[in-house]
């Protein structure tokens, strides 16, 4: 029925626009099966740059992502030493020194 109201050349540009949609389906479906990463869950793994050093508690401020954090580390932190997230706990960092080798500046490595 449809072949006698469109004619042939119709049906071959319904099957491809078929074809198109299906694939535009498919293409959505697997966009939406990765969990996307932003904002805070991208921190560990970042690299920073202490701007004032360690308190008695460990704690000091660091730029991270253009951004200035407060940071905590086991160890004495001091400006322009470059730092590597581990974690986030709220609005502080857990950090660690990074080996002057290993500076790759606001990329996770």
Do not use: C, K
């Not at 991208?42 to 690299?47: D, H, S």
């Amino acid at each position: 029925m449809l072949l006698v109201y469109f004619g042939s050349q119709s049906v071959w540009a319904l099957s491809l626009l078929g074809l198109i949609l299906l694939l535009a389906v498919v293409v959505a479906i697997q966009a939406h099966r990765g969990r996307a990463r932003g904002g805070n869950e991208e921190l560990p793994g970042m690299i920073g740059e202490i701007t004032q050093a360690s308190d008695a508690r460990g704690r000091a401020r660091a730029l991270v992502r253009g951004e200035i954090w407060q940071v905590h580390a086991d160890t004495l932190l001091r400006p322009g030493q470059a730092v590597r997230v581990r974690a986030e706990r709220g609005l502080m960092l857990e950090v660690e020194p990074v080996p002057d080798r290993d500076v790759s500046l606001g990329e996770p490595s």
